[in-house]
């Protein structure tokens, strides 16, 4: 069982940037894949940005060149950066876990741990 932990949301005006942070404990992989995912209010959970055990990433096309994925191992903590935001990105944030190293920004069903979230307000 993997528990996780998100900390680092807020409310920024758009331009601004915040740094989201995911504290991972538990069973450990030697294999996996972990994730950021939204979801504002009326709307469907959606994936952010991914990144596996081989340093792989994968982001939304919304976010790309403004978000950016990181993960330390010595610190079991996974982050995103945020860049440049926009009100649109208001939304819940989510960081989730896979225990396979093939997965995907769709397919939120493959995740088997999620934190409580975060919340990322971004005004005009």
């Known amino acids: 069982q993997v528990q996780l932990v998100e900390s680092g949301g807020g409310s920024v005006q758009a331009g601004g940037s915040l740094r989201l942070s995911c504290g991972a404990s538990?069973?450990?992989?030697?294999?996996?894949?972990m994730g950021w995912f939204r979801q504002a209010p009326g709307k469907e959970r959606e994936g952010v940005a991914i990144?596996?055990?081989?340093?792989?990433?994968v982001y939304t096309n919304s976010v790309k060149d403004r978000f950016t994925i990181s993960q330390d191992n010595a610190k079991n903590t996974l982050y995103l950066q945020m860049n440049s935001l926009k009100p649109e990105d208001t939304a819940m944030y989510y960081c989730?876990?896979?225990?396979?190293?093939?997965?995907?920004?769709?397919?939120?069903?493959?995740?088997?741990?999620w934190g409580q979230g975060t919340q990322v307000t971004v005004s005009a």
């Open positions: 989730a876990f896979r225990s396979d190293a093939y997965c995907s920004l769709l397919r939120l069903y493959d995740y088997s741990a």
């Open positions: 538990g069973a450990t992989y030697s294999s996996y894949c």
């Open positions: 990144i596996n055990t081989f340093g792989i990433t």
